[in-house]
């Protein structure tokens, strides 16, 4: 897998094909625990 998290967040699997990581909640969850890189997050409920 590939993320590309600068400009708008892009994921692509092992042969280069883009990979859809759902809706913005999905993807802002994603970006978050890659930047991470590892370390635990806080448990935080959102609400709409």
Do not use: I
Request: glycine residues 10%; without cysteine.
């Amino acid at each position: 897998m590939e993320f590309r998290v600068l400009g708008p967040m892009e994921v692509y699997d092992a042969k280069s094909a883009p990979v859809d990581v759902g809706g913005p909640r999905q993807r802002t969850v994603l970006a978050r625990l890659l930047v991470a890189g590892g370390r635990s997050l806080p448990n935080v409920t959102h609400h709409d």
